[in-house]
């Protein structure tokens, strides 16, 4: 599974890898980059500055999912998927203070029925890096007083669409979040202080515990007759950090307390319930929460690449040099995710994976990549991890935040230039589509793999 050069290794062609009964296959996509047109939170506000967005173009129409879900779930359920993780875009259900939009309401029931009447089950995310307007000009995640407004959101949403979701995501990746906000400056609010975002990251991590007590307070698993309990958990991006220059000390310092922040403070604060997050030349943030202890009763493990850290560089991420590589740069390197997911098992709780993808335009290495990132998963549950799934990034090309729609991620090929968005099958939907009916990585799907990587483009 080595990258090696321009291309990635993968397993012996004759073999069958078995997962698990049960296991989830499916895609995720997130409210903003697919539904276009949403002028009432603060990334569409943010995408209007210049030079904010790369290439100039901002979300615009985005995938036109908003009109689109049916069409779309149906080219996920023709090709086995089983799961679909989603966002429930908190600006268009609460436009203002306390007051909900109706057919934002009816829209999103019509979401989920769509879903569910497809044997599709609902992944949904509460909190995918956007905000209604009004949270973000009264402080934004700067603000306590956002903590408590997103537990009256997850409340509404609880007692509004619970009888129809039996698996919800608190937030996503809030050390992402917070760093692109707050420290790097290249996602809104476009701020550069480090203090700044760790107390960013300290109140995603309380509201998550906050909101894990009010979806089981509100549990309705009786109401839809099935009995089901809410499982909670939220969606953590786990970077491979790793000192690029092995005779550097102060590369393997950064690299050190990157991924102290980065990776095991968030990891650790859902565990005992301390949040204790520092970084040089930062100011230490510590608290308690007693509703953050024990409150996943899921892990989401997003997974993508590597970086290697290099010290006091205006670049401080690069990809190992000679790896193979995705269109933004990004090193692919499948056994990370295995590594990743044998870390995230020794906190005693199973293991979603929430996110992991290729931005491939061309769809060149994403086949092959995929069935090397089945391959590392399949060998993190043979160490004994609990997998519950595996959720690709993404079902749709969409818009990539500050990257625009330079990253291309999806199954399926959308054409942004046409006004109604037409999708066109990747051959690594295929690969895909083998693996989620068969439950298993077989060698017809690593043929397919090997013949869509070695067709011209």
């Known amino acids: 599974m080595a990258a090696i050069g321009t ?14 009964r049960g296991f989830l296959w499916g895609a995720a996509t997130s409210a903003h980059q697919v539904e276009g047109r949403n002028t009432g939170n603060d990334w569409w506000r943010f995408e209007q500055q ?25 080219l996920a359920a023709a090709d086995g998927h089983n799961a679909h993780r989603l966002s429930l875009e908190w600006s268009r259900l609460e436009p203002s203070p306390g007051q909900h939009d109706p057919g934002a309401v009816a829209h999103y029931h019509a979401v989920l029925e769509s879903l569910r009447r497809r044997g599709i089950t609902p992944i949904v995310t509460l909190h995918h890096f956007t905000n209604p307007l009004w949270v ?19 409340r509404f949403c609880a007692r509004e669409f619970g009888s129809e979701v039996d698996w919800w995501c608190t937030v996503n990746e809030p050390e992402v979040y917070a760093f692109r906000g707050w420290s790097e400056g290249i996602w809104p609010p476009g701020v550069r202080d480090d203090s700044r975002a760790l107390a960013v990251i300290a109140n995603q991590l309380e509201a998550h515990g906050r909101a894990y007590r009010v979806l089981h307070a509100e549990d309705r698993a009786d109401a839809d007759g099935d009995g089901v309990p809410a499982r909670v958990g939220f969606a953590k991006h786990y970077a491979q950090l790793e000192p690029l220059r092995g005779w550097n000390p102060l590369d393997h ?43 996943l009763d899921w892990y989401g493990l997003n997974y993508y690449t590597r970086w290697m850290v290099r010290s006091f560089s205006c670049s401080p991420h690069v990809a190992r040099p000679g790896s193979a590589r995705n269109d933004l740069g990004w090193e692919l390197w499948p056994r990370g995710l295995e590594l990743a997911l044998v870390n995230a098992g020794r906190l005693g709780r199973p293991v979603l994976v929430t996110e992991n993808g290729v931005a491939d335009a061309h769809d060149k290495v994403r086949p092959r990549a995929l069935v090397g990132y089945v391959e590392a998963m ?13 959720l690709h990034w993404s079902l749709l090309d969409n818009f990539e935040w500050a990257e625009g729609y330079h990253g291309r991620f999806g199954l399926y090929a959308v054409d942004f ?38 067709s011209p483009h």
């Open 253 to 295: 310092v950064q690299a050190y307390f990157e991924n102290r922040v980065f990776n095991e403070a968030v990891e650790r604060a859902a565990g005992d319930g301390e949040i204790d997050l520092s970084i040089p030349g930062a100011s230490r943030v510590r608290r308690s929460v007693a509703e953050l202890k024990g409150a």
């Open 417 to 454: 230039e046409r006004e109604d968005r037409p999708r066109t099958r990747r051959a690594s939907a295929e690969v895909f589509a083998r693996i989620a009916r068969a439950n298993a990585l077989t060698p017809e799907a690593r043929a397919a793999a090997v013949e869509a990587s070695a």
């Open 378 to 390: 399949h060998a993190a549950i043979a160490q004994g991890v609990t997998v519950l799934g595996y």
């Open 7 to 20: 291309s990635i290794e993968v397993g012996d062609a004759r073999s069958r890898l078995e997962f698990p």
């Open 136 to 154: 973000a000009d009264a402080g934004g995640w700067e603000a306590r007083e956002t903590i408590d407004r997103f537990e009256r959101f997850v």
């Open 50 to 74: 210049p030079g904010a967005i790369a290439g100039g173009r901002g979300s615009g129409e985005a995938c036109r999912h908003w009109e689109r879900f049916d069409g779309d779930f149906a």
